[in-house]
Each structure stands twice: as structure tokens, then as C-alpha cells.
T-cell receptor, first 113, second 115 residues
Framework: SQQGEEDPQALSIQEGENATMNCSYK?????LQWYRQNSGRGLVHLIL?????REKHSGRLRVTLDTSKKSSSLLITASRAADTASYFC?????????????FGKGTKLTVNP | KAGVTQTPRYLIKTRGQQVTLSCSPI?????VSWYQQTPGQGLQFLFE???????NKGNFPGRFSGRQFSNSRSEMNVSTLELGDSALYLC??????????????FGPGTRLTVL
């Protein structure tokens, strides 16, 4: 089973609306990160939130982290067509003596003009 | 600063062959990580190199190996290719010594197709 799982798997909204994506994870984490990927390309880092932080903002992005519920959410406000992409949460964990970033399967966001 | 570069961008190989992929990190970044992305398994961590040493590794068979040079450039090798190795291989570098759990800067990827 996935360490990080995003919900929903797909989201379609109109330009100007807000988009909310959720991420749940299973084990304790060092940090949680959100990345964006445009079709078949490399990932772009959006925001990193540490395990002792509860909320973080960056431009139109707001990320929350609830370690008691092992969940995080990414809010994109006033969405634009250019926000159309897949969004991944990634948890920084220590597993089997190795540190690694474990990605979820992603939420595919479509913003319609 | 130039971003992370990967070569080649596309590659077609046949089963049983081997392949070497190359990654040049952002100047000044010393940690380089490799990921495999497939539709079925998603993004999976392969390994991370720091100062020419493999520091962290994922759960991939020994056919997947890598190395890092003194200029931080890294190569990944896959031997005895299987159909299931078809994937987008992504390289990422990070600035701090924290390695794979720090902010990752990704390259555009190498699309490997195994026939």
C-alpha cells in the first residue's frame, strides 16, 4: 500500500475556482512536500512543510499538515488554466536505514478556461 | 543557474540490453537522486548519491546501479533490461546535505522504452 495517497485522483474545475487536494500517509515523517508535474515532464517543487509545522503559504498555495491524522491538504486559490497538471504529495521518511522521498499516485487537476 | 539536465531524453532498447542514463545536477548541488515513474507503480525512489557515495537506496534489484563523479554528475545503469523497465527515469538534485528528503529539483527525465 502507498505511504502517501492523494484524493481525489482527478479534479476538474473552472478557472477562478479554488482546488483542494488531500494527501494521507501511514508512517511518521520528517517533512511533507507537494510537487507539480505537467504532462510527461519533470516535477516542480511547490512547497515543503516540516512535521512541526501546521500551515504554510506560498503565493496562491496553502498547505496544511495534521500529523495526528497523518494528512495534508493543498489548496490552490483562484485557479488558472496554467495550473492544469498532476499534483503529488511526497513524504520524507526513514525506512530500512535509508532516507527517501515517497510519492503518492497524484491528483490530476484540470482547470477549464 | 542552469537546471538539472538529463541525457538522452528518449531511448529505445531491446530486452537483455543494458542502458546508461546521465544526469548533471544544478551547479553547487551535491546530492543526486534517481526515480522511476511508471503508470502502474507511480514515482519510486531508486537511490541517492552524495559525495560520490551511494547514501540511500530504494527497493530495486541489483540490475539498477549508479555512480557519481567528483563534479557531482551522476549516471544510472540498468543491465539486462526487461519490458517492465520501460519508464520515465527522473533525476533530482538538492542543495543541502539532507539529501533525498530535502527539496528536490528535478530534470526533464529520460523516457526509456524496452521492446
Amino acid at each position: 500500500s502507498q505511504q502517501g495517497e492523494e484524493d481525489p485522483q482527478a479534479l476538474s474545475i473552472q478557472e477562478g475556482e479554488n482546488a483542494t487536494m488531500n494527501c494521507s500517509y501511514k508512517t511518521s515523517i520528517n517533512n511533507l512536500q507537494w510537487y507539480r508535474q505537467n504532462s510527461g515532464r519533470g516535477l516542480v517543487h511547490l512547497i515543503l512543510i516540516r512535521s512541526n509545522e501546521r500551515e504554510k503559504h506560498s503565493g496562491r498555495l496553502r498547505v496544511t499538515l495534521d500529523t495526528s491524522k497523518k494528512s495534508s491538504s493543498l489548496l490552490i486559490t483562484a485557479s488558472r488554466a496554467a495550473d492544469t497538471a498532476s499534483y503529488f504529495c511526497a513524504t520524507g521518511i526513514l525506512q530500512g536505514g535509508s532516507e527517501k522521498l515517497v510519492f503518492g499516485k497524484g491528483t490530476k487537476l484540470t482547470v477549464n478556461p | 543557474k542552469a537546471g538539472v539536465t538529463q541525457t538522452p531524453r528518449y531511448l529505445i532498447k531491446t530486452r537483455g540490453q543494458q542502458v546508461t542514463l546521465s544526469c548533471s545536477p544544478i551547479s553547487g548541488h551535491r546530492s543526486v537522486s534517481w526515480y522511476q515513474q511508471t503508470p502502474g507503480q507511480g514515482l519510486q525512489f531508486l537511490f541517492e548519491y552524495f559525495s560520490e557515495t551511494q547514501r540511500n537506496k530504494g527497493n530495486f534489484p541489483g540490475r539498477f546501479s549508479g555512480r557519481q563523479f567528483s563534479n557531482s554528475r551522476s549516471e544510472m545503469n540498468v543491465s539486462t533490461l526487461e519490458l517492465g523497465d520501460s519508464a520515465l527515469y527522473l533525476c533530482a538534485s538538492s542543495l543541502t546535505s539532507g539529501g533525498p528528503t530535502d527539496t528536490q529539483y528535478f530534470g526533464p527525465g529520460t523516457r526509456l522504452t524496452v521492446l
